[in-house]
Structure formats: C-alpha cells, structure tokens
C-alpha cells in the first residue's frame, strides 16, 4: 500500500465524521457517465500529504467509480513537464494545481483549457481566471508575523505594518521569504509608494529565507524577530501547537491564490470535470479549510477569521501575464540583492 492510501484508510473516517454528508457536486448525467467508463483522474498537485489524504478519502467515497491518481511536484517542476508532455503527445495530467503566478505562465503556451466552474459566481472577486483557464482552489493569506520571545528580548514592539520594518531598530532582525513575488505584487496594487518601501526595507539587511515555509520555521527558531512575509495558516497552525509566533493581517488583506485548472488534451477529461466540480463545491472547500486550515474563496464557506474577514478590504492577487510576471520577480530579487538560478 502506497503512504498516501495509507494515510488516507488512516484520516478518512476521522476526517468523514466531523462533515456532514453531502450530495455530490452536480455534473450531467452524461459527464457522470463518461467519467465512470474512464475509471480514473491524474492530478499533479503540491498539496500536502495530510490534506491530500483525506481529499482522496473523500472524493472516492463519493464517486467509487473513480480512481484519484496523484503526483505531488513543485509547481516550478511541474510546468516543464506538463510542456514536455504536450510537445511529446503523451499527456499523462488531467488537472493540474500550483501557485497562480507560475501556473498562469502555462495559458499562453497552451497547456491548460478554458473550464468554467458551474458554481463560479460563489468565488470572491479575481478568484475565477476571467477565461476559465483556473480558479482559486485556496488563498495564502499574507501576514505579518514575529516571534514573541525574540521581540521582547531585543526591546521591540510587535510589528503592526509594514511600515513598522522600514524603522531603524529593525535593522538586522528581519526575516523575507525569496518567493514573495506575489507579496510584491499585492503590495504594489494596494499600496502608495511601494518603491520606497522596498527600499528602507532592504536597507535593514533582511535574513533571505528561501521559502514561506523555511521563513516560518527560521522565525519560530529565532534566527530573526519578525517577517513581513508569513503564510497566515502556517502561522496560525504553529500558534495553536505552542510554538513561539504570533502574526497580524496586513491592510488590506492580500490573498495569493493557487489554483487549479483542466489540462489541454486531458486523457480522462470527463473524470477530470468532475473532480473539478466537487474540489470547487462547498463541499470540497470546506474539506479543504478544516484539515489544511488554509483559506477558501467562496462566499460560502467558513473561514477561519483569523485569517480572513470578508468584511474587510481584501484583494485577491491577480496572476501576471509573463512579462509582468518576469519584471516582478527582477524588482523583486533587485531589491533585496537575490541572485535568480
């Protein structure tokens, strides 16, 4: 038995106990046919194995007639090869779920094909690509996050904005993830002077971590004070296990989407819109929210307040075409004296 059938036998009844049952995501009675005599969906992913567990343990609750296959790949491999796999004509993807920013790099060289959700107007604001390339399968709320113990040792206040790191005290207690280029981008459509800001940043020497997830564990350990840069669920999940971090929203809240879409020329495309369809639903979502604790943009479902108030101003980070995609990441490592592979 693989780890994750493994895993999932393991979460699944823990995970189904505390969901209500459901009807399935509605798909037509002819998708729902042709799906079955497919008998499979391949989704290459970069969820987690927890979270990836119990989506499996559920979807295959609710459509036994159908094998979730899945490929856990970062989204920087996984561009590649789905290229490689369409140039060859042996495409192997039916779905394919990543960071927007580089998976919206995919549309204009004909990976991915247009598929509107049917249950699209139930997403918030910029969730829903504007030609159905992909949708927000969760957000990354961004935050500010510190490490209480460390702050109060070097006798700083707890960070409250951004404008907060730029503050000569902080020089050389702060710590940046190397993959915020969504950050910069939010920032840069929500904010005034985001050039300055940058700069007096960078100007009190950064730590340069080279992830979200790196940076979080970097912070709690106390290699640093604080991060502007945090994941709001990781955060929040380190809090609630006892380890040393606090965090705050930033204003406006930025969310960064990653996203999932239909692969062109998908071998099981059938099964591949139903798997969309029910990862899309309340259902899904809500799965999605109560085992990773990340955040869902649909309007119906129950996020952790914590990480996201719809009553407050939020903005969605749209994903860039190429070029702005390519010019962010150059301001982006620039700034902060990063040298790109």
């Known amino acids: 038995m693989s780890f994750h059938r493994w895993l999932a036998a393991t979460l699944s009844v823990a995970v189904l106990a505390f969901l209500p049952a459901t009807v399935p995501a509605a798909v037509s009675s002819d998708v729902l046919a042709a799906?079955?005599?497919?008998?499979?969906?391949?989704?290459?992913?970069?969820?987690?194995?927890?979270?990836?567990?119990?989506?499996?343990?559920?979807?295959?609750?609710?459509?036994?007639?159908?094998?979730?296959?899945?490929?856990?790949?970062s989204t920087r491999v996984m561009g590649p090869r789905l290229i490689a796999e369409q140039r060859g004509r042996n495409v192997v993807a039916d779905l394919v779920e990543g960071d927007g920013f580089q998976i919206n790099q995919l549309v204009s060289v004909g990976i991915l094909q247009s598929y509107r959700p049917s249950e699209a107007g139930k997403y918030l604001k910029g969730a829903v690509e504007a030609n159905g390339y992909y949708t927000s399968l969760y957000e990354d709320a961004l935050v500010i996050a510190w490490n209480p113990a460390r702050v109060k040792a070097d006798g700083l206040k707890p960070p409250g904005t951004l404008a907060d790191f730029t503050k000569p005290e902080w020089k050389h207690h702060i710590g940046i993830s190397a993959a915020s280029f969504s950050w910069l981008a939010g920032l840069q459509q929500t904010q005034s002077n985001v050039p300055d800001l940058m700069r007096k940043l960078a100007?009190?020497?950064?730590?340069?971590s080279a992830n979200h997830f790196n940076v979080m564990s970097q912070l709690e350990a106390g290699e640093f004070d604080a991060t502007p840069t945090g994941?709001?669920?990781?955060?929040?999940?380190?809090?609630?296990?006892?380890?040393?971090?606090?965090f705050t929203l930033l204003r406006p809240q930025l969310l960064s989407p990653i996203v999932v879409g239909l692969v062109a020329n998908a071998p099981h495309p059938n099964a591949a819109r139903v798997m969309l369809e029910w990862l899309l639903s309340r259902d899904g979502q809500q799965l999605i929210v109560q085992v990773s604790g990340r955040t869902s943009a649909r309007t119906d479902v129950a996020n952790n307040p914590a990480l996201f108030n719809a009553k407050l101003p939020y903005f969605v980070v749209p994903s860039p075409d190429a070029a702005e995609y390519n010019t962010i990441v150059k301001t982006f490592n620039d700034t902060f004296g990063i040298n790109a592979p």
Do not use: C, M
Not at 203 to 208: L, Q, S
Not at 233 to 243: P, T, V, Y
């Open 203 to 208: 100007a009190n020497n950064p730590f340069i």
């Open 231 to 246: 994941y709001g669920h990781l955060a929040d999940l380190d809090r609630k296990a006892g380890k040393p971090v606090e």
């Open 35 to 73: 799906a079955k005599r497919e008998g499979s969906v391949v989704w290459y992913t970069t969820l987690d194995d927890k979270t990836l567990a119990a989506i499996s343990a559920r979807f295959e609750q609710l459509y036994p007639d159908i094998t979730l296959k899945t490929l856990v790949l």
